[in-house]
């Protein structure tokens, strides 16, 4: 061992790392001239890192398993499979960067998270088209306005819409088995603010599980599902952009989205429609399912500009 | 949007998912007999987690940096580059590891961090052996006993030695470029505790920094260089293993190793020797540098026989 007595050269400008110091010794590594945010978000990450190590206390081996399943979720992902998003949904971290991002006012549709499945460019369609081009499943109306916080009908909004096939796959997760577009739609909100259109009762479906995030799912014992939904990107000149779902109210899994994507807020009713001349009205065959929904704008705040041009 | 009225199935088994809650949103998840160490590791990581970027409030782009970052990290890895250990060793994660399982008694040599370029099988050599098969570099010689705590010899004692040549390389880094074992030796100590062993005098080297963790450093304005050290690990019957350094006393990087891998208790002293008959004596030429360093090893505790077979 060193004799306490000698005298050593590079004299430590901060104390060696601790145990007990390591936060602040990895920390009080960064340069002056590191970009303040970075500094800021390295801060953060560091602080919580090292808290949570010496709270769970972990021994070289589940150290090691750590750094394995990590490892096993970077080798999973490919252009069209990012395992480390899957590991931010299921751990709920999407979601609450999303909340964090998306505070609007009572009243206002909520966002809910995006997810992997949307595509640019989808077909745009008149008022009424059906988006099922597989013929799969319940046929359902999906109708309402577009309205800003005092009501008023806001027309010209951009209404983007997707969701799975009847068997629980979207289009893009099937090409060649599926229509391409198959239940994919943009509409526009009409002079009075409405809406409407022709789809299918949604159903759930499970999120990829077939890597190392369904491994954690099922280790934790949680089923990989998420609640039966129809997504939407409502957009409209000067309000804020909306990323959202509209839940089906009898799904088994709406209390237990894998994504926890659901809020009370969006959990929609579903009108069964029986009577074939009422059913022909709204262009579909009885027996069929009536959605009525009503999406209400916010208006735009600083930065929610940048948010549209990201959508 | 839904009536506040309406009937809802799927009464949820616990609230759904917000901002305020949702740390125990995601931990309510997992099912009883969810193994009881992961619920625990799983708990705690989910709560730092959110609380985390409850506190960094990325935007969404920002998360998405996260989300490639670590992406670009598991590309990197290979079967012989482990980047995630990298950026463990980096932010202090690795050492914090090593110091919450290496709590050992005052006075002992404590340990410091394994890193990647240990190879099982190493040559067996004699007392006083040159490791150094390249020839490069300043002659060194190490020598000291191996002790318990009381002082009394520990005879048998098992030294696995390596460092990196001159050029600032491990042979596993220069297959072909340096001889194979160069700078990588096992000893023995003696009846009387005692070992010794010619190297040459270590010089600091860079972790490799071509990858994302290379860019994070940079980023953050730190370089990626480790302070001047040997690797040891010391192992005995009846002992806790100890995977330790001597890290020179003269290194520019002493404060700032990359990996936070330097503890006051490991700097060696080094002795400059110029007396061409002392060192005969040393089996080297002069000059040539002269280290004393004593192991002192702990009595083994439970768990630690885990650890040996690990090493």
């Known amino acids: 061992m060193a004799k306490d007595d000698q005298e050593k050269a590079g004299t430590p400008r901060y104390p060696y790392f601790t145990e007990e110091n390591s936060e602040q010794v990895v920390n009080a590594r960064m340069t002056a001239d590191t970009d303040p945010r970075l500094r800021e978000i390295m801060t953060i990450l560091v602080k919580h890192m090292h808290a949570a190590v010496k709270e769970i206390k972990p021994s070289h081996d589940e150290w090691l398993k750590g750094i394995e399943f990590l490892t096993r979720i970077g080798h999973m992902c490919t252009d069209w499979r990012q395992e480390f998003i899957l590991l931010s949904d299921t751990l709920g971290v ?4 999303d909340a964090i991002n998306h505070h609007r006012p009572a009243g206002t549709t909520p966002n809910t998270i995006l997810g992997p499945f949307h595509v640019d460019h989808a077909p745009h369609y008149d008022n009424g088209a059906n ?5 799969k499943g319940e046929p359902m109306v999906v109708r309402g306005r ?12 951009t209404l983007d819409v997707w969701q799975t096939n009847d068997d ?10 599926q229509p391409d ?5 943009v509409f526009t909100s009409d002079a009075e603010g409405q809406y409407w259109l ?3 009762k949604p159903r759930f479906y499970p999120i990829p599980d077939d890597g190392p995030v369904g491994q954690m799912l099922a280790a934790l014992g949680r089923h990989p599902n998420r609640a039966a939904h129809i997504h ?10 909306v990323i959202t779902h509209i839940f089906s109210p009898d799904c088994q899994y709406l209390a237990e989205d894998a994504v926890f994507g659901v809020k009370n807020e969006l959990i929609g009713e579903l009108q069964r429609i029986t009577d074939p001349e ?10 069929a399912w009536l959605v009525e929904w009503d999406f209400v704008l916010a208006p735009q705040t600083t930065g929610s500009v940048e948010k549209a041009e990201r959508v």
């Open 146 to 157: 577009v309205l800003d916080e005092q009501g008023a009908p806001v027309a010209g909004a």
């Open 181 to 185: 577009w198959n239940l994919r739609g």
């Open 278 to 287: 009422v059913a022909a009205r709204l262009g579909v065959a009885a027996p």
């Open 198 to 200: 022709r789809t299918v």
């Open 232 to 241: 939407f990107i409502v957009t409209a000149p000067k309000f804020d952009p």
């Open 94 to 97: 999407s979601m609450l960067v």
């Open 168 to 177: 629980g796959f979207y289009d893009v997760q099937q090409k060649g088995l």
């Open 131 to 135: 988006i099922c081009l597989d013929g």
